[in-house]
Nanobody, 118 residues
Framework: QVQLVESGGGWVQTGGSLRLSCAVS????????MGWYRQAPGKQRELVAI???????NYADSVKGRFTISRDNAKNTLYLQMNSLKPEDTAVYYC????????????WGQGTQVTVSS
């Protein structure tokens, strides 16, 4: 079992910054990779950024150069630093953990709301 708890969401004006945190607990050795997803009203959930156990990263084109995903293993915490925020970044952001076993379903946090005013 893996538990994920997001925090750090809020309301900011266009151009502002936020840092999201995801506290990870449970069997962390069962995790293959982690990431951040987001879901805007009326839209499907989309990948924002991922980081694997070797710390290589990938980003959605829409956030490249603005967002940074990172991990602090000592604190068992995943981060998403969001800069130069735009109204289209408004969404519920979810922390994700992918199990090493392909037959197991992903773990998800409860989500944290990010709202960027125009």
């Amino acid at each position: 079992q893996v538990q994920l708890v997001e925090s750090g969401g809020g309301w900011v004006q266009t151009g502002g910054s936020l840092r999201l945190s995801c506290a990870v607990s449970g069997n962390i050795f069962s995790i293959n990779a982690m990431g951040w997803y987001r879901q805007a009203p009326g839209k499907q959930r989309e990948l924002v950024a991922i980081i694997n156990m070797g710390s290589s990263t990938n980003y959605a084109d829409s956030v490249k150069g603005r967002f940074t995903i990172s991990r602090d293993n000592a604190k068992n915490t995943l981060y998403l630093q969001m800069n130069s925020l735009k109204p289209e970044d408004t969404a519920v952001y979810y922390c994700n953990a992918r199990p090493r076993l392909a037959t197991r379903r992903d773990y998800w946090g409860q989500g944290t709301q990010v709202t960027v005013s125009s």
